[in-house]
Nanobody
Framework: VQLQASGGGLVQAGESLRLSCSGS????????IGWFRKAPGKEREWVSY????????DYADSVVAQFTISEDVAENTDYLQMNSLKPEDTAIYYC???????????????????WGQGTQVTVSS
């Protein structure tokens, strides 16, 4: 069982990136999927959550209307589309998968059983 986050990189402020989260040994649409990020010197924070087959989408206040979470069931891949990036979005981004039975809000790390290794996003001003 493995999650793989990818798609990070170095971009300028205002540009976009799309992160991918692919699952090996996991059927991602059977899990709640969360994205978290850890900026230098800060605690890891929750960014977005998508429920399993229930249409739920949730975003941190800091990224609402800027980021969009989505899923391609056929590709077994989840995405985080990040637009209008700002230097404060610089962080390592992690995807995580949670058994729907353990989800309360989708905003807490302890709700997730499987984690990807993270992908670096750097936004220059």
């Amino acid at each position: 069982v493995q999650l793989q986050a990818s798609g990070g990189g170095l971009v300028q402020a205002g540009e976009s990136l799309r992160l991918s989260c692919s699952g090996s040994g996991l059927t991602l649409d059977a899990f709640g999927i969360g994205w978290f990020r850890k900026a230098p010197g800060k605690e890891r924070e929750w960014v977005s959550y998508m429920g399993s087959r229930d249409g739920v989408r949730d975003y941190a206040d800091s990224v609402v209307a800027q980021f969009t979470i989505s899923e391609d069931v056929a590709e077994n891949t989840d995405y985080l589309q990040m637009n209008s990036l700002k230097p404060e979005d610089t962080a390592i981004y992690y995807c995580a998968a949670a058994n729907p039975c353990t989800i309360v809000s989708g905003r807490e790390e302890h709700e997730y059983q499987h984690w990807g290794q993270g992908t670096q996003v750097t936004v220059s001003s």
